[in-house]
């Protein structure tokens, strides 16, 4: 299931081009505008997002009429400088993202189960793409590793296509 999962998730990330930096645990670290600056990485976060909740739901259709167990998945999008490059030691190196940007991010994701929610975006996030896309204000949020709270929304869907958010 897992490796199902992955591939689904993978082929829609690079779709949107996307990175992948890092698979942890159950969860993929993906990065946007890095390597390539890419001036609409934000609105190309966000399109992935609603892209891996309608294929994670195409694969949980499959499992389940397998007999199968179906999965969640919770997804975050912010914004905002990190460093990128390689890292490591003489022995490995691997290229990643690091920094605030990053951490929030991560902060961020694991609200989606307190919430209740599949897709949450920052309000840096937001102010970048603007009007286009729905969402619903969940209010501002202290995360840890922040001194200040974080404003969070909830990705209802796409303003200029109509195109619905998960579950809706």
Do not use: C
Not at 45 to 73: E, H, K, S, V, Y
Not at 82 to 110: H, L
């Amino acid at each position: 299931i897992m490796n199902e999962y992955f591939t689904a998730m993978v082929e829609v990330i690079m779709s949107h081009h996307g990175v992948i930096q890092d698979f942890i645990g159950d969860g993929i670290l993906a990065a946007f505008g890095a390597p390539l600056d890419d001036p609409d990485h934000a609105w190309h976060a966000i399109t992935t997002a609603l892209d891996m909740q309608a294929a994670l739901r195409r694969l949980n259709a499959g499992w389940q009429a397998a007999g199968r167990p179906a999965l969640a998945m919770g997804v975050a999008v912010h914004t905002g400088e990190v460093f990128a490059g390689n890292v490591g030691s003489p022995k490995r190196k691997k290229y990643s993202v690091m920094g605030d940007t990053v951490n929030t991010t991560s902060r961020i994701e694991g609200l989606n189960r307190e919430l209740s929610t599949a897709i949450l975006i920052s309000g840096a996030a937001l102010a970048v793409v603007k009007e286009r896309v729905l969402v619903k204000d969940r209010g501002s949020i202290m995360v840890k590793g922040r001194t200040q709270p974080v404003e969070v929304f909830e990705l209802v869907g796409l303003a200029e296509t109509g195109q619905n958010g998960p579950g809706r």
